[in-house]
């Protein structure tokens, strides 16, 4: 039975000791890429796929009614002005509780048009300067009108391919619990927000500043 038990002890250990190594080695390349990355955010994937990107894709889920994205429209400038074409802004209109979703198909009926930005902050600014429900039908067909994008977007509204884009950010900002806005996602692999950044969204843009600036020099 002795003999058994020596046995048996020595397969074990010949098992796990590899094992141990192998979780040792994947931990300590782990902590090592993480300390290559400053900043605060939290890890959806392996930090290792950062390694030698050419360009940081920066999926950004937000909501029409939210203040802190407001101002992340202002700020975000500063981060596309320090990496130009090294950085890729994916936007993803999303909303919630009784909200329609007619600020986000109009957010994707402009983008087609080629007119994306001056009508997601003529949207903005309508619900936060002037007060008024931008999830309303009637505030859509006015902006439309103003725009001279009327018909475009009265057809765009009963688009298919509208709905699915729509449906689609839906979809990723579930799958990457994006409870808070603006939630920020990085090459799929770094989560950022306001509140990881500290609460301000200064915070949060200083905060992707430097850990873009990582993800680029990560080689």
Same mark, same amino acid.
């Given at each position: 039975?002795?003999?058994?038990?020596?046995?048996?002890?020595?397969?074990?250990q010949k098992l796990l000791t590899p094992l141990l190594v192998l979780s040792f080695i994947t931990f300590t390349s782990f902590a090592f890429?993480?300390?290559?990355?400053?900043?605060?955010?939290?890890?959806?994937?392996?930090?290792?796929?950062?390694?030698?990107?050419?360009?940081?894709?920066?999926?950004?889920? @937000?909501?029409? !009614?939210?203040?802190?994205?407001?101002?992340?429209?202002? +700020?975000?400038?500063?981060?596309?002005?320090? /990496? $130009?074409?090294?950085?890729?802004?994916?936007?993803?209109?999303?909303?919630?509780?009784?909200?329609?979703?007619?600020?986000?198909?109009? @957010?994707?009926? !402009?983008?087609?048009?080629?007119?994306?930005?001056?009508? +997601?902050?003529?949207?903005?600014?309508?619900? /936060? $300067?002037?007060?008024?429900?931008?999830?309303?039908?009637?505030?859509?067909?006015?902006?439309?009108?103003?725009?001279k994008i009327e018909q475009e977007m009265k057809t765009g509204m009963k688009s298919p391919d509208i709905e699915t884009k729509v449906n689609?950010?839906?979809?990723?900002? $579930?799958?990457?619990?994006?409870?808070?806005?603006?939630?920020?996602?990085?090459?799929?692999?770094?989560?950022?927000?306001?509140?990881?950044?500290?609460?301000?969204?200064?915070?949060?843009?200083?905060?992707?500043?430097l850990i873009i600036g990582d993800i680029l020099a990560y080689n």
């Amino acid at each position: 039975m002795i003999v058994c038990k020596n046995i048996l002890e020595n397969s074990l250990q010949k098992l796990l000791t590899p094992l141990l190594v192998l979780s040792f080695i994947t931990f300590t390349s782990f902590a090592f890429a993480e300390d290559k990355i400053r900043g605060e955010y939290e890890v959806i994937g392996s930090i290792e796929k950062l390694k030698g990107a050419k360009q940081v894709e920066m999926a950004e889920f @937000f909501n029409f !009614s939210c203040g802190h994205c407001y101002r992340f429209l202002e +700020t975000s400038k500063t981060l596309h002005a320090k /990496f $130009k074409d090294k950085l890729y802004h994916k936007k993803h209109p999303i909303y919630w509780g009784q909200q329609t979703a007619l600020p986000s198909k109009a @957010f994707y009926i !402009s983008n087609e048009l080629g007119i994306e930005e001056e009508f +997601t902050k003529e949207l903005f600014d309508t619900n /936060f $300067k002037l007060h008024i429900d931008i999830f309303q039908p009637r505030v859509i067909q006015r902006l439309s009108q103003h725009y001279k994008i009327e018909q475009e977007m009265k057809t765009g509204m009963k688009s298919p391919d509208i709905e699915t884009k729509v449906n689609k950010s839906l979809a990723l900002a $579930k799958k990457y619990n994006a409870n808070e806005t603006p939630t920020i996602i990085l090459n799929k692999v770094l989560k950022v927000t306001p509140s990881i950044s500290g609460g301000t969204i200064e915070m949060m843009t200083k905060n992707l500043e430097l850990i873009i600036g990582d993800i680029l020099a990560y080689n």
